[in-house]
């Protein structure tokens, strides 16, 4: 599934994901394939799977999603120039 990191705490070792459905999962520092988030995280996109823990549904497997920058317009050149005289 799809979703985005809500926070993380590094201190208490565990944080929220929002899901594309809305739905709030819970995640600990166990839940993450490479390494939890370190410093600001809200709104990442990650990507993980569910499961069912004591009856409430968490998130496991999950992996922070690169972003890659957004692509910058062209700059356009015009044949025709002004002259500032």
């Known amino acids: 599934m799809n979703g985005?990191?809500?926070?993380?705490?590094e201190a208490k070792d565990y944080g929220f994901i929002l899901t594309d459905a809305d739905e709030r999962l819970y995640v600990d520092r166990d839940g993450f394939v490479d390494a939890a988030p370190v410093g600001r995280c809200a709104r990442r996109p990650v990507r993980?799977?569910?499961v069912e823990r004591d009856g409430r549904r968490v998130a496991i497997d999950v992996v922070l999603v690169s972003e890659e920058a957004p692509r910058r317009a062209r700059r356009r050149t015009s044949s025709i120039r002004s002259s500032w005289t």
């Open 4 to 9: 985005a990191m809500l926070w993380f705490d």
């Open 48 to 50: 993980f799977n569910i």
